[in-house]
């Protein structure tokens, strides 16, 4: 899966001459954790999470949501610039998901900007990666139960992390066609073939 049919577009973006108190704000409107920062060109400069925003370990060990801290008055009168990340890893949004889920991983950020030629196209979060797998066993289960199906009514499908179990005849042939079609759906990480013990 490419990250562009997953990323959220437009992305929500601020400036750096943004207050502290507008991106607060619109973090809390959108209901999300991170935006790219960007120039008037459109460009990405750098990305501010609600954790930059918050600035105060205090308030975030205690987990006063976000709102609390815009009304209280907490937060100095700051600008973005002042407390955003200016070195971003930022994905292309043709490339493969797995790109972003390993820069993920590795770098701890939660979520990353979707650049293409300089300018931010979209935004891809550690919760819209997590959607998307949630779904997944079911959707690789209906697809090959489809495909197996349709050749013999016999066949059971589960699925458990990417990992197709598919139980049915003793037919030699009947079970290696059943491999052979589980293993064009996409997602399939392996397949486990089984004889319906009667």
């Not at 502290?20 to 460009?43: C, H, N, S, W, Y």
């Not at 954790?51 to 600008?79: C, F, K, M, Q, Y």
């Not at 889920?101 to 939660?110: F, G």
């Not at 009514?153 to 990417?162: K, L, N, P």
């Amino acid at each position: 899966m490419l990250i562009r049919e997953l990323m959220t577009a437009p992305a929500v973006t601020v400036t750096d001459e943004t207050s502290i108190a507008a991106a607060l704000q619109l973090l809390d409107a959108e209901k999300i954790t991170a935006m790219p920062v960007v120039d008037r060109k459109g460009f990405l400069v750098g990305l501010v999470s609600e954790a930059d925003l918050v600035g105060d370990a205090e308030l975030i060990e205690d987990r006063v949501p976000i709102a609390a801290v815009r009304t209280t008055g907490s937060s100095p009168a700051r600008r973005v610039a002042e407390v955003m990340t200016h070195l971003v890893v930022s994905v292309d949004p043709e490339d493969d998901l797995e790109v972003a889920i390993d820069l993920m991983r590795t770098t701890m950020m939660k979520s990353l900007p979707v650049v293409q030629h300089r300018k931010v196209v979209g935004m891809l979060s550690r919760s819209d990666i997590i959607h998307l797998l949630a779904g997944r066993d079911q959707r690789i289960r209906d697809d090959v139960a489809g495909l197996l199906l349709a050749e013999n009514q016999d066949w059971q499908v589960e699925v458990h992390d990417g990992i197709v179990t598919v139980t049915g005849p003793s037919d030699p042939h009947e079970r290696r066609l059943a491999e052979v079609l589980a293993g064009t759906v996409r997602g399939v990480v392996a397949i486990r073939i089984s004889q319906r013990i009667s």
